[in-house]
DNA sequence: TATGAATGAGCGTTCATTCAT
DNA sequence: AATGAATGAACGCTCATTCAT
């Protein structure tokens, strides 16, 4: 059973969910499709619980890193090294969690999408904590659609990161976050208008810091 | 013939490469197979012929667009929103031209490699533009890294806003612009040299800093 | 319309009848199909066309070559050879005659019948006219059978001839009538009843000798 | 598997290749079409399988026969009669065998001709086991000829005696056997150099006379 | 007379899925 | 709990053939 769908999820990873078929899947298992039936259901929801087993392990990943941050820069930060580093970890996960072969077959769509949207809700979370209450709910779509420009951005650079693999995935992660940083820290600002000169200069030192807690807080993670 | 490519068009943006078969899209044309296979020869090149048809419009309006502009930072401004305005103007052109369901179909994956590959290259000029010709070379990888990125986020913005219309194409795009071009001037003022020593500096330590921690980090865990 | 059987000649030759299509003739030829179907009707139409100007060049040559010769022994030899010429004049001529590609398809068929027909009488003619009158009725059957067997085996031999074209074609005929030629006789004497007494017994013996050991030799097997 | 092979040998030896659907073979047989693939793999591999099993039969019974004769003499009556035999057992195996319906169609072309060598190689064993060692060498091009006649020979024979009926099996093998026994005997004599010099001669002069008659003959239409 | 444009019918093949055991 | 055997439903593609012009 364990088996059967981390074989499953190599295969779609590597070659897609249409070009892989149940007789692939059997024959690559070692056992006999009516098993897999039994288990499965159907190949949809075959490749659904890899989906599953794959966003339950990066979600959680990513929650906890982005609710341990200190603040909103911090929390991407963090949000994005998770991502990083999952994928380092499971180069296939995410594969069978993003890969667009499957989107338009009917019970997975839901599913892509329903993963796609918590991942961009922590995203829009995020995004949102760095602004004043009583900015939020104007400024809602705003974040809708930065957050899924956010996510497009983590997931092609992924995608880059996986086949060309020329850099490490921290550098690569960094780079996303020193690229929108900026922007997002003075569209917030904009949006708070608020915020005093220190606390732009506090942000500065306070991402140094952020990162020696996210560090620290996945090290006693482990421990647990 | 151009009915064809248009309807052709239209459902394959809409359901997918897969999911159309040639009876649907000639039932839909209200013609027969063999004639979509006279004028196409077989599925994939019809499939070609409607991502070439939306490709040889795409590019040479980002390609305008950019080489019109006056700087990097109307370069990347005005290309973003050539993107949108072109989006705006035919939106199933979009899913069409990057539409991963048929990646992995032969001859098609490498046609859509090859338009990827053209705005990549684009996106990647008007970054390596903002570069003095000296350090090019050694920021090369970054900057490819950083054109996936950016055109990822085009591309999920944009599918963001098709499916929500939720704001006007321009100001989706003047969102992405602003997110990204503060953080892309941070990066080409470092690497160009011309920022203050301190500057550098400061950007300098706490990254280095920060990626010895996670590294050390990393390696307990092996360790473990 | 020369042109177009010439054309379908060769190309039905080279590749046979069910590996043509009306396109490749067309295409051939260099006209449009609705040309071809204007004057043949349809693609069997065409193909006996082809066939039957080769028929009728081969048989009148034949039948000539038969009809001047002095004797049976001579009919049998100037018809062979003057198979093997024609074959010589117009190598392709022979593969639509007798291309059994096509032997299966509805008027096809007969059409090839006919001709196989015709040049089967002309040998069962050759045969027959070496009998006297009075044993030709009785001797029908089996003379029958030696015209199929003989054709047969110059068609084979011509095939093999046309594929390796090892020996000159008046070689390949001469080896086929000096094969058969002592057996035909053999059997016309018999036939004929001018054979000495001996010459029938010793015929006759050696025939039962061959029967009866072929036959217990496959009773001995049986018993392994 | 077996009642398929069965039934689409008889379907194949009837239509021939090219006329005989799959989806006529799965009606035939009683089961689908996925099930023929699930066993063949496709069709050319189905009808491969038929001539398999008629080949894996014909084969050894004739190599049998001739292995066991006593002499060349013996072995082509031999190989002759068991050829007869086998059809006369399973009159469809010889149409899937040499039915050249199928000849152009690419896998099954070459296994057809491997047959036909297999036989071809056989028969021109027993020739030129006739001939004396030295012979051999420069013989060998006429006694390839020759097999290939025989074999033609043998089919169209064949062919006839399916066709008609009218005599037994064993009596068409002996009508061409003696047909060309007496020729082959004479010719392995002359190339054996046993020949009297009389005979010699004698079989000279009348083939240079047949030549002479023939080509002045044609010399003489031409002149018409 | 000749054609550009179009089609009806069917073929080989595949795949997710299901019984009977 | 597991399978060997089987299938319904399409799918991509081709070909001989025919109108409207």
């Not at 899947?25 to 599953?52: D, H, Q, S, W």
């Not at 961009?120 to 904590?129: D, E, F, P, T, Y």
């Not at 659609?145 to 490490?168: D, F, H, N, V, Y």
């Amino acid at each position: 059973m364990e088996q059967m769908l981390t074989v499953a999820h190599e295969q779609f990873a590597r070659r897609g969910y249409a070009a892989v078929t149940m007789d692939d899947l059997a024959a690559a298992v070692g056992v006999t499709k009516p098993l897999l039936y039994n288990y499965f259901g159907n190949k949809e929801r075959l490749y659904i619980a890899c989906m599953e087993r794959a966003g339950d392990a990066l979600l959680p990943m990513i929650a906890d890193a982005v609710a341990g941050a200190a603040g909103p820069v911090e929390a991407l930060s963090a949000g994005v090294h998770a991502f990083f580093d999952f994928l380092e970890g499971d180069r296939a996960a995410w594969a069978v969690l993003f890969d667009e072969t499957s989107a338009h077959v009917g019970a997975v769509a839901g599913r892509v999408a329903e993963y796609r949207g918590l991942l961009a809700q922590m995203v829009a979370g995020s995004l949102l904590a760095r602004l004043p209450e009583r900015r939020r709910a104007q400024a809602r779509v705003e974040v809708e659609a930065l957050s899924a420009a956010l996510l497009g951005a983590a997931e092609a650079l992924a995608r880059w990161w996986l086949a060309s693999g020329a850099i490490p995935a921290s550098q690569a992660a960094e780079l996303l976050i020193s690229t929108v940083e900026p922007g997002l820290r003075l569209r917030s600002g904009r949006e708070g208008e608020h915020r005093s000169r220190d606390a732009r200069e506090g942000e500065h030192r306070s991402r140094e810091a952020r990162e020696g807690e996210r560090k620290s807080r996945k090290a006693k993670e482990k421990g647990t």
